[in-house]
C-alpha cells in the first residue's frame, strides 16, 4: 500500500477502524464492502475473485492475479497522467473489477481517494473538485451538471451514445470512453470524446499493450503484464496499427439480412440522436430475408405509439436500407445486470415470450 494512499482524507489504519454506526444503511453497506476488498487485497492470496457482469453471456466468477491487477493499474496512472496524491472519486460498486480496480489504483498509486455511494447523481450532493474518476454511461447522463467538479472522466461499462457524447462537448471535464472487459482488468484502451477536433477518435491501447485480430477481424489483445496468454475478443473492430482502432460492434450480434451482414451497434450510433428512450437493434428470423433487423424501445405502450416511432425513422437520412428497423417493439422495463447493463437476449426472449 502506497504511504500517500488514504480515504476519505484518512489513512487506512484511520478509515478501518472509524464507528460505522452514525452512517446510514446504504453508505455503511458501501464502506463495509470497501473494507472487504482492501482485507482481502492484504491476505496472502495471490488472486482476486471477480464476478464479470453478464452483459455478453452468462456471469461467471474469475480469478484475477494480484501482480497483473497492480500491472493495469500501473498503465492507467502513466496513460491519464495520475501520479501520487491525485486526488479521486469513487462512486463504482466494488463488487465488480471496475469499483476494486479504482481502490487497487489508489492503494498501488497513492491517490487520495473519496467515496461516493453508486447511484444514478453520485455528485449531486458534492462540491469538491477532483482530478480522476470513472463512471458509467448511465452515471453520466445524470450527472451532467455536476461533472465539472472532475477534470478527467473515464466511463466504461457500455458505449457511449451520440446524444452523450454531444452533451459533454461544452463540458470543461475531459471525457475519455474506455474499451475493456472483466478479463482485461478494466479498460485496455481509451479515447477522448471531448476537448478534440475529431468527431470520432479512434480507441488507443495502454502502455505494454499490443493489438491484433483474427480472420472475423476480432480483435485480440496481447498484453502480457495482464495476461500470460493473448486474449481473444468477439468484438468487430478496424486496426489502424498494432495500438489503435475503431470499434465496430460485437460478432456475435451481427445480423445477416437479405445477405448484408449489419452491425447493430453501427445503427444504434445512428439513431441516438433520434430516440430519447433507452433501445437497442437486434435481429429476428424473418423467412424470406434470414433475419429482419428490429429496434427494441424501452417505453410504455401508451407513451408513445409505435406509428410515432416510424415515422420518426422514416425521417432519418442516414440509415441505409437494409438498416432500416421491418419491426419495432415496444418494452416496459429492459431486463438488467447488478451493474445497470442491458441484458439484449434476455429482453428480447422475455418480449417474445409474452407475446407468443
Not at 22 to 48: C, G, M
Not at 92 to 104: D, E, F, N, R, T
Not at 323 to 342: D, Q, R, S, W, Y
Request: aromatic share 8%; with cysteine.
Amino acid at each position: 500500500m502506497h504511504p500517500d494512499f488514504k480515504l476519505n482524507g484518512l489513512n487506512y489504519t484511520a478509515f478501518k477502524t472509524q464507528s460505522l454506526n452514525e452512517l446510514t444503511a446504504e453508505k455503511k453497506a458501501f464502506y463495509s464492502a470497501v473494507n472487504d476488498f482492501i482485507t482481502d487485497w492484504q491476505s496472502a492470496n495471490a488472486e482476486v475473485e471477480v464476478q464479470t457482469s453478464g452483459s455478453t453471456g452468462k456471469p461467471k466468477s474469475i480469478k484475477l492475479s494480484k501482480t497483473a491487477m497492480r500491472a493495469s493499474a500501473e498503465a492507467t496512472g502513466e496513460y491519464f497522467n495520475l501520479p501520487a496524491q491525485t486526488s479521486a472519486f469513487l462512486c463504482l460498486p466494488v463488487s465488480y473489477i471496475a469499483g476494486k480496480m479504482m481502490l487497487v489504483r489508489a492503494m498501488q498509486l497513492g491517490w487520495h481517494l473519496d467515496l461516493g455511494l453508486p447511484r444514478s447523481n453520485p455528485l449531486d450532493a458534492n462540491t469538491k473538485q477532483y482530478d480522476f474518476s470513472a463512471m458509467t454511461p448511465f452515471q453520466v447522463s445524470h450527472s451532467l451538471d455536476d461533472l465539472h467538479n472532475i477534470n478527467k472522466l473515464i466511463v466504461g461499462g457500455g458505449a457511449l451514445s451520440n446524444l452523450q457524447v454531444q452533451a459533454v462537448q461544452a463540458l470543461k471535464t475531459q471525457v475519455f470512453e474506455t474499451y475493456g472487459m472483466t478479463e482485461t482488468i478494466t479498460h485496455i484502451a481509451a479515447r477522448p470524446v471531448n476537448h478534440t477536433p475529431q468527431k470520432n477518435v479512434a480507441f488507443t491501447a495502454l502502455p505494454q499493450v499490443s493489438l491484433s485480430v483474427d480472420q472475423r477481424n476480432c480483435l485480440q489483445i496481447d498484453a502480457p503484464r495482464i495476461s500470460p496468454t493473448k486474449i481473444q475478443t468477439n468484438d468487430v473492430v478496424q486496426l489502424l496499427d498494432a495500438h489503435s482502432f475503431y470499434w465496430k460492434g460485437r460478432y456475435d450480434r451481427v445480423i445477416n439480412t437479405g445477405g448484408v451482414k449489419v452491425f447493430p451497434e453501427v445503427i444504434e450510433r445512428k439513431l441516438s440522436n433520434l430516440l430519447p428512450e433507452r433501445f437497442f437493434v437486434a435481429g429476428l428470423p424473418h423467412k424470406d430475408l434470414g433475419e429482419q433487423v428490429v429496434l427494441v424501445v424501452e417505453t410504455a405502450p401508451s407513451a408513445v405509439t409505435e406509428q410515432d416511432l416510424y415515422n420518426r425513422l422514416n425521417n432519418m437520412k442516414n440509415l441505409e436500407k437494409y438498416e432500416l428497423p421491418k419491426k419495432i417493439l415496444c418494452v416496459a422495463k429492459f431486463t438488467e445486470t447488478h451493474t445497470g447493463k442491458v441484458q439484449r437476449q434476455q429482453t428480447l426472449a422475455s418480449y417474445l415470450n409474452k407475446n407468443a
